[in-house]
């Protein structure tokens, strides 16, 4: 591996660790982060497809409250330059993926502590009407987010890959095939959270359509990333009743009525 490329790492694993706890940019996911990495050492197909797999493992992570979830950034980002570096497949990233995502857990939740420091500095900043202060003790929490993964990323970088090869050829098959078994109950679970949050009704016959059409059709995702894109726009158009551009008239609120008839009354009223 050389500088450059474990230059560009820590960039990618800062990133991520920041991605973590802003959320806005979604850097922390898996399918992101992965496939950053992939594409720094030369290899973006194992990182995207690595980084889709454990995308689908993590899709019920989240923080709810005070628990705090697996950390996926730590986890994606190590389990890809070790799968790439040692020439790995799939199933051992996972094998790697999941006690990296337990132990980035346990960090997170250590520099979150930590972090409490530096909000108590900042309340006594925001006291004093020192605003740089403030700016200062928000950036610094931030480079702790980033510090938790780029540290680990460059202790791994650090290690030959023969040895990390040697290290994952030695862990036992029915670890790595029962953490794959553990890997696809997580990510039924994780589709059956997200399809409890989005209970709309009148959408399930979508779903039962596409579940019928993968189980007995040979449609690939493009075929049905296609469907799905003319399903919408079929349900957008029977809905809203467009067609040709323009969209029928809506019936109006009974309560709209009764507040235009006293408005009238009250226009008449005032004319006379």
Avoid at 14 to 39: F, K, N
Avoid at 116 to 130: L, R
């Amino acid at each position: 591996m050389s500088v450059v490329q474990i230059i560009l790492l820590l960039i990618v694993a800062g990133i991520t660790g920041m991605g973590s706890v802003l959320d806005e940019g979604q850097t922390h996911r898996p399918l992101v982060a992965c496939t950053l990495v992939g594409l720094v050492l030369g290899d973006i197909t194992t990182g995207v497809i690595l980084g889709g797999t454990l995308e689908m493992m993590a899709l019920g992570w989240m923080n709810v409250g005070l628990a705090m979830a697996p950390d996926t950034a730590i986890a994606s980002v190590i389990s890809t330059i070790l799968v790439i570096t040692a020439h790995q497949g799939i199933g051992e990233g996972i094998a790697i993926a999941v006690p990296l995502a337990a132990a980035g857990q346990a960090l997170t939740i250590f520099v979150r502590t930590i972090a409490v420091f530096f909000v108590h500095k900042a309340d006594s900043y925001a006291e004093q009407g020192n605003f740089r202060g403030i700016e200062i003790m928000h950036i610094s929490a931030l480079l702790l987010q980033a510090l938790r993964v780029m540290i680990p990323t460059f202790i791994i970088s650090m290690i030959s890959a023969d040895a990390v090869s040697h290290f994952l050829n030695g862990i036992p098959e029915v670890v790595t095939g029962g953490l794959q078994i553990g890997g696809g109950i997580i990510v039924v679970v994780g589709y059956a959270m997200v399809i409890n949050m989005m209970d709309v009704p009148y959408l399930k016959p979508f779903f039962y359509m596409g579940f019928l059409f993968a189980a007995f059709t040979n449609f690939n995702l493009v075929g049905f990333g296609g469907l799905g894109l003319c399903l919408a726009l079929l349900f957008i158009q029977l809905k809203y009743n467009v067609i040709g551009g323009t969209s029928a008239p809506q019936p109006v609120a009974s309560n709209q009525v009764a507040f235009d008839d006293l408005d009238d009354d009250l226009d008449d009223d005032l004319d006379a």
